[in-house]
C-alpha cells in the first residue's frame, strides 16, 4: 500500500472503489448505438455517475474518468432515443472537456479516457453503424439527427476533427465489427460537403455491398435533406446518381440492392416538392409499391428493429398514395377501405417503433378525405385526434421528425375550428417566429385564414396578410413550394377580403395583381407536367380561380383584366398541351439546339429509357428545357387580348364571343360580350348566381342519376323532365340579355350586317358549372315566334377565347377530299353501320371504312383501333379531311377514361381487366382523351383542319371538370380539328343517326359550314312537317316519321366548337334561318 493510500480514510477508498465499479458497469454498456437498446438501461448508470461527479471533487483522475463515462452513457441514451432533449448537448460539453488538456478535467484525463471520449464523441458527431452488418442498420436515424442539427460552421469543424477521433478510437480493444465499421467510416464523403462529394483518406477499402450501399447512401441522405430544406431539384439529380452508380455495382436482388432502389422511390416521390412534378411522384410510388413485399421479406428476417420500422414505412407510403388518389377520384368506398388497411397495420405496429407516427399522419389523412367525401364531421374529428396522437408517436422518432412535426401542430386545431365554428379552438393560430421557414409560416397562415373564415374581423386579416406576404416573398426569391400557388391565391382573396371592410383601392388593387401572379404560377405548374392527367390534378383550382378573378375585375368594369384572368385559368391542360408542342421551337430560336432534340425525342419510341434504377428526376429535362425559355420568370402562356379576340370573332365571321361567368352564393354572374363591330361589353346576371341556378343543380343530380341507371325509365323521366326546366331557366338566366345587346348592336347598323344577312353567330364560353347547359336549346318565351335558342342565332361552343382563336386560324379542308368514316368497332350501337354506310352512299364515295360492318359497301382498311386512328391524325400522307366516328363515347373524371370506345387491338379482348382487356377503365380498345392530347404532333401556322364527327355518347361532357372543358371534343380541337361536332349525353342510337346523315346533307350538298349545317339538322328534327331533303334512303328515310324527333333529348345533344363562320352556301340560300329582326 502506497503512502497516499494509507493517509486516505475509508470514506475515500470507498468511494473509489465505488467509482471504478461503476465506471467498469458502464463500460459493459458499450458500444454507442448498440442494436436493440432500450433507453431505460442508461438511466441508472447516469444517475450512479452523476452522484459520482458530484462527490469526486479531490480526485480529479478519477473525476476525469467518470466524467468520460457519464458523457458516454448520456450519449448511449441519447443514441437509443431515450432520456431527454439536452442529453445530447450534455455529452458533447462533458466528452469536449475531457479532451481539452486547457481544462482542469482533461489535464488529468489519461491517453486511454481519451480514446474512450474520442469514440463517444465520434458517435454524436457523426452517429457510429451498429455492429451486425446490413443497410438496413445502418442507423439512419441516428444520421438524420446527426445532421438535422448541423450548421455549415459546425460541419466544417467535425470534418477537420473526424480524422483525430477516428485514429484515437481505432486504438481500443473494439470488437471486430466495431472496429470494421470505424475503418470504413474514413471512406464516408467530407461531410463539410456532400455537394462535391469528397472524401476522407481511407483506412480500409472494402466491395462488401453493405458498404458500397452505406457510402451511396448516407450523402444521399444528406442530398435529400439538403433539398427538402432549400427546394433545389439538383440536390436530388445528384443523390439520384450515386445511388444508380452504387446499386450498379451490387448482386441483384441482395438486401442492400433492394434498399436502394427503395430509397431511390422515396427521393422520386419527394421529387415533387422541391421542383420536380407529378411525373416523379408516380414514378417513385411505383417503385415503392413493386418492392413492398421484398422489403417486407427482409425485415421478417431480420434481427434489427431498424429495418423492421423501414419496412412499415414502405408499407404505408403507398396507403397513402393511394388515398390520395382515392379522394381525387371521389372515390369514398376506396378510401374506406384502406382506412382499415390502416387501422389494421396500427394493431400489429409495435407502440415504440419508429414509423408508427406516420401510420397515424396515414390515418389522418384517411380519415379527413372520408370526412370531406361524406361530409361526416365525426369522421374529420377522428382525423383531428389521429393527427394528434402522431405527435405523440413521434416520441420515438428521430428528433429532426418530432421538431418538423411540433411545428405542424396546428392541423388538429384547425379541423375542430372549422367543425366546431369556434375560433378559441384554434390555441395556436399566431405569427410564426421570425427565423420560421417557408412551410412553418405558410402552415401559420393557414390557420390565421380558418381564424379570420370564422370570425370575419378586420383585425384578424392584418397578421393574416402579413404571413402571407413573407411566403409569398420568398416564392419570389425563387422558392418553388408546391403550395406556391395556393398561397400566393389566399393572399389575394385576404386583401379583396380587407377591401370589402375598408374599400382601399390599394387592396383592390393589390387583390389583382396577386390574382395575376397566382394564376401564372399555377400556368407554370400546369407546363411542367408531362401529360393531361398529371396536368389536370395540378391545373383543377385554376378555373375557379380565374372565374372569381375575373368578377373582382369586371366588378370594376376592368374588361381586359377580366378576360386576361379568364384566359390564362381557363383550359389550362389543353393551353399547356398547345404550348409544349412550341417549345422546341422556342429553344432552337434561343439557341438550345441540344435540349430542343431532347424535348422532341422524350416521349418518342425513339426515346432512352435508363437501364436500372433512374440516375435523375424524370422531370429534369422538362424543367431545364423550361427554365431555358424562362417559363416562370416570363411565362409561356400568352393570353390573347381583347383587339386580338375581336379581330378573332370578324376573321371566323361570326358577331360576338361570349363569356359567361357563374356568381357564388348570392353574388350575380356576368357576362362578357366581345364583338367584331361593338368592342365588349361587361353586364350582371342575376340569374347565374349560386343561389338563383337551382334547375342546374338539379339538372347536374339528375344527370349524375340517369348515368348511374342508364336505361331506367324512372331516372330517364326525372333527367329529362330537369334538362326542360334547365332550358328554361338559360334563357331567363342569360341569353335574353345576351342577344338583346347584341342583336341591338347589329341592327345599328353594322358593317358585319352589310356583307351577310341570316342570324346572328354566338361563340360561347360558358365557365365553371355553366359549361354543361345546352344553352342552344335555351327555350324562348311562350310569346315568341320560335322556340329555341338555336332558330334565332347560330350557337358555337370554345373551351377558351385563346382555343377558338385557334380553330379560326386553321385553314378550311373539303371535307369530301379525304373522309374517313369508323363505325362501331365493337358492334355496340344498332344503327352505326347503317348510318356509317349511308353516309358512304350519299355523300362520301372516296371514303375509307373503319371498324365491324355485316354488309359494308366496300372492304375496310382496318379495325378501327386507337394506334390506327392517332396514326391517322398524326401522318399527313393519311390525314383525314373529315373523321365521322360513329361509335360508343364515355366521359369519366380523369381524362384517362373519358374516351371513343374503338377496336381492341389484336388479341387483346381476351385479357383479364387488370391487363387492359374487357371491364377495365380504360381498356385497351379505348382512344382516351389523355392519348389524343398527348400525342406528339405539330402544327404549322395556317394548316388545314379536318372536320370531326362524334356521332357518339357524352363526347362533349366531363362528369367532373366541367370548367377544364376537358372532353373529347375539346381534345380533338386542341389537336388540330377546325371543326368538332359532339354529343352532350347519350343520345337515341336511331335518331342520332337519321339527324347525322341530315347534318351531312346540310355540309355537303348545301355547303354550309358545320355550325350553319348543325344548325340546320336541329331545326329539321323540330319541324313537325319535315321531308326528306333528298339524301335519305331506305330505313333512315323510314325514320323520318319515328315519333318524338322534336323532344329536346333527341335533338338537343349535339353542339359545335371550331370555326363559327359560314360554309360555301350564299346568304340567299339560309331561307331557313330567321331574321335578326325576328327574334324574341
Given amino acids: 500500500m502506497t503512502d497516499a493510500e494509507m493517509e486516505e480514510g475509508g470514506g475515500v477508498r470507498a468511494l473509489r472503489a465505488w467509482g471504478m465499479a461503476a465506471t467498469k458497469r458502464a463500460l459493459r454498456l458499450y458500444p454507442p448505438g448498440t442494436p436493440n437498446a432500450d433507453p431505460k438501461v442508461y438511466d441508472s448508470s447516469i444517475a450512479e455517475l452523476e452522484e459520482l461527479l458530484r462527490l469526486l471533487e479531490h480526485d480529479a483522475e478519477l473525476r476525469a474518468t467518470v466524467t468520460v463515462q457519464l458523457g458516454s452513457v448520456l450519449t448511449m441514451r441519447h443514441l437509443a432515443r431515450g432520456g431527454v432533449p439536452q442529453d445530447r448537448e450534455r455529452a458533447r460539453l462533458l466528452l469536449r472537456e475531457a479532451r481539452d488538456p486547457r481544462t482542469e478535467t482533461g489535464a488529468a484525463t489519461d491517453a486511454d479516457d481519451r480514446r474512450w471520449a474520442a469514440l463517444a464523441l465520434l458517435s454524436l458527431v457523426m452517429p457510429i453503424p451498429p455492429a451486425g452488418g446490413g ?22 469543424a467535425i470534418a477537420a476533427e473526424m480524422p483525430a477521433l477516428l485514429a484515437e478510437a481505432l486504438e481500443l480493444p473494439l470488437a471486430p465489427e466495431l472496429h470494421g465499421h470505424l475503418q470504413r467510416m474514413s471512406t464516408i464523403p467530407d461531410p463539410s460537403g456532400p455537394q462535391q462529394g469528397r472524401a476522407r483518406t481511407s483506412v480500409a477499402a472494402d466491395d462488401d455491398p453493405d458498404v458500397v450501399a452505406m ?383 431532347a424535348w422532341r425525342k422524350a416521349g418518342t419510341a425513339d426515346a432512352e429509357e435508363p437501364d436500372g434504377p433512374p440516375g435523375e428526376l424524370r422531370s429534369n429535362l422538362r424543367r431545364r428545357a423550361l427554365e431555358a425559355l424562362g417559363y416562370r420568370q416570363h411565362g409561356l402562356f400568352t393570353t390573347p387580348t381583347l383587339n386580338e379576340l375581336a379581330d378573332g370573332v370578324a376573321e371566323g365571321g361570326a358577331d360576338a364571343l361570349v363569356y359567361l361567368l357563374p356568381g357564388e352564393g348570392d353574388a350575380p354572374g356576368v357576362g362578357i360580350v366581345v364583338g367584331s363591330d361593338f368592342g365588349v361589353g361587361i353586364g350582371g346576371l342575376p340569374l347565374l348566381s349560386g343561389t338563383e341556378s337551382g334547375p342546374l343543380e338539379r339538372y347536374l343530380d339528375a344527370a349524375a342519376e340517369r348515368s348511374k341507371r342508364l336505361g331506367e325509365p324512372a331516372a330517364e323521366r326525372a333527367w329529362e323532365e330537369a334538362l326542360s326546366t334547365l332550358c328554361d331557366w338559360a334563357y331567363r338566366a342569360a341569353l335574353d340579355d345576351i342577344l338583346t345587346a347584341v342583336t341591338r348592336h347589329l341592327t345599328a347598323g353594322a358593317s358585319r350586317r352589310e356583307n351577310r344577312s341570316g342570324p346572328p353567330r354566338i361563340v360561347l364560353v360558358p365557365c365553371g358549372r355553366l359549361g354543361v347547359v345546352p344553352w342552344h336549346a335555351a327555350r324562348l318565351p311562350a310569346a315568341a315566334p320560335h322556340d329555341y335558342v338555336c332558330q334565332i342565332a347560330v350557337i358555337s361552343y370554345a373551351a377558351s377565347g385563346g382555343q377558338f382563336l385557334r380553330t379560326v386560324k386553321r385553314a378550311r379542308r373539303d371535307t369530301t377530299g379525304a373522309p374517313v368514316l369508323i363505325a362501331d368497332p365493337r358492334q355496340e350501337l344498332t344503327y352505326a353501320e347503317l348510318e356509317a354506310t349511308a353516309l358512304y352512299e350519299a355523300f362520301y364515295p372516296r371514303a375509307r371504312l373503319y371498324g365491324e360492318f355485316y354488309e359494308p359497301p366496300v372492304e375496310p382498311v382496318a379495325a378501327g383501333t386507337p394506334d390506327e386512328v392517332l396514326a391517322l391524325l398524326s401522318d399527313p400522307s393519311k390525314a383525314p379531311s373529315l373523321l365521322h366516328v360513329a361509335s360508343h363515347g364515355s366521359a369519366g373524371v380523369r381524362p384517362t377514361v373519358s374516351a371513343l370506345h374503338l377496336a381492341f387491338p389484336d388479341g387483346t379482348d381476351v385479357l383479364p381487366a387488370e391487363e387492359g382487356g374487357p371491364g377495365a377503365a380504360p381498356d385497351r380498345g379505348m382512344l382516351t382523351v389523355t392519348r389524343l392530347l398527348d400525342r406528339p404532333w405539330h402544327e404549322q401556322p395556317g394548316a388545314q383542319g379536318p372536320l370531326v364527327v362524334l356521332s357518339a355518347c357524352e363526347t362533349d361532357l366531363s362528369t367532373r371538370d366541367h370548367d377544364e372543358a376537358l372532353t373529347l371534343t375539346t381534345a380533338f380541337v386542341s389537336g388540330g380539328a377546325r371543326n368538332v361536332v359532339g354529343s352532350r349525353w347519350t343520345a337515341q342510337d336511331g335518331a342520332s343517326a337519321l339527324m347525322m346523315a341530315v347534318f351531312h346533307h346540310y355540309l355537303t350538298v348545301e355547303g354550309q359550314g358545320p355550325a350553319d349545317a348543325l344548325r340546320a339538322a336541329q331545326l329539321w328534327m323540330l319541324d313537325p312537317d319535315r321531308e326528306n331533303p333528298g339524301s335519305l334512303t331506305g330505313a333512315l328515310l323510314r325514320e323520318i316519321r319515328r315519333p318524338g324527333l322534336e323532344r329536346l333529348p333527341v335533338w338537343a345533344a349535339f353542339i359545335h366548337q371550331g370555326h363559327p363562320g359560314p360554309g360555301r352556301a350564299t346568304a340567299a340560300e339560309n331561307t331557313q334561318s330567321a331574321s335578326v329582326k325576328g327574334g324574341v
Fill in 135 to 156: 443497410v438496413g442498420q445502418a442507423g439512419f436515424f441516428n444520421m438524420l439527427d446527426w445532421r438535422a442539427y448541423q450548421e455549415p460552421e459546425e460541419m466544417a
Fill in 215 to 597: 457510402d451511396a447512401m448516407m450523402p444521399s441522405v444528406l442530398d435529400a435533406l439538403a433539398a427538402l430544406r432549400g427546394g433545389d431539384p439538383e440536390a436530388i439529380n445528384r443523390a439520384l446518381r450515386r445511388l444508380r452508380a452504387a446499386h450498379g455495382k451490387l448482386p441483384p436482388g441482395h438486401e442492400a440492392s433492394v434498399s436502394i432502389e427503395n430509397f431511390i422511390g422515396m427521393l422520386l416521390q419527394a421529387g415533387e416538392s422541391v421542383g420536380g412534378n407529378l411525373q416523379d411522384q408516380s414514378l417513385g410510388h411505383e417503385y415503392v409499391t413493386a418492392l413492398a413485399d421484398q422489403m417486407q421479406s427482409f425485415a421478417a428476417a431480420s434481427t434489427t428493429p431498424v429495418t423492421a420500422e423501414f419496412a412499415v414505412a414502405v408499407r404505408v407510403y403507398p396507403l397513402m398514395s393511394r388515398i390520395d388518389a382515392a379522394y381525387k377520384a371521389e372515390d369514398a368506398a376506396t378510401v374506406r377501405a384502406l382506412l382499415g388497411e390502416l387501422e389494421a397495420l396500427e394493431a400489429d405496429t409495435p407502440p415504440d417503433n419508429g414509423f408508427r407516427f406516420q401510420i397515424q399522419l396515414a390515418l389522418a389523412q384517411a380519415c379527413l378525405s372520408l370526412g370531406n367525401l361524406t361530409n361526416d364531421n365525426d369522421m374529420r374529428l377522428r382525423g383531428a385526434d389521429h393527427h394528434e396522437q402522431s405527435l405523440a408517436a413521434a416520441a420515438h422518432a428521430p428528433a429532426f421528425i418530432r421538431e418538423s412535426l411540433s411545428r405542424h401542430a396546428t392541423g388538429p386545431d384547425a379541423v375542430r375550428a372549422r367543425v366546431t365554428g369556434d375560433p378559441t379552438k384554434l390555441r395556436h393560430a399566431t405569427v410564426a417566429p421570425a427565423d420560421a421557414s417557408t412551410s412553418e409560416r405558410w402552415d401559420s397562415a393557414q390557420s390565421l385564414m380558418v381564424r379570420y373564415t370564422l370570425t370575419r374581423d378586420l383585425p384578424d386579416l392584418d397578421p393574416l396578410i402579413a404571413e402571407l406576404r413573407r411566403v409569398c416573398d420568398d416564392i419570389r426569391q425563387g422558392q418553388r413550394p408546391r403550395f406556391a400557388a395556393k398561397a400566393q391565391w389566399m393572399l389575394a382573396e385576404a386583401y379583396r377580403a380587407r377591401w370589402h371592410h375598408t374599400r382601399d383601392p390599394a387592396d383592390q388593387a393589390s387583390a389583382a395583381a396577386t390574382a395575376k401572379e397566382a394564376l401564372n404560377t399555377l400556368a407554370a405548374d400546369v407546363l411542367l407536367q408531362l401529360g393531361s392527367e398529371h396536368g389536370l390534378l395540378t391545373a383543377r383550382a385554376g378555373a375557379a380561380r380565374s372565374v372569381m378573378a375575373a368578377t373582382w375585375a369586371a366588378s370594376q368594369n376592368h374588361a381586359e383584366e377580366a378576360v386576361a384572368a379568364l384566359e390564362l385559368g381557363r383550359a389550362l391542360v389543353l393551353h399547356a398541351a398547345s404550348t409544349s408542342r412550341t417549345v422546341p421551337e422556342l429553344l432552337e430560336a434561343r439557341g438550345q439546339r441540344e435540349l430542343a432534340e
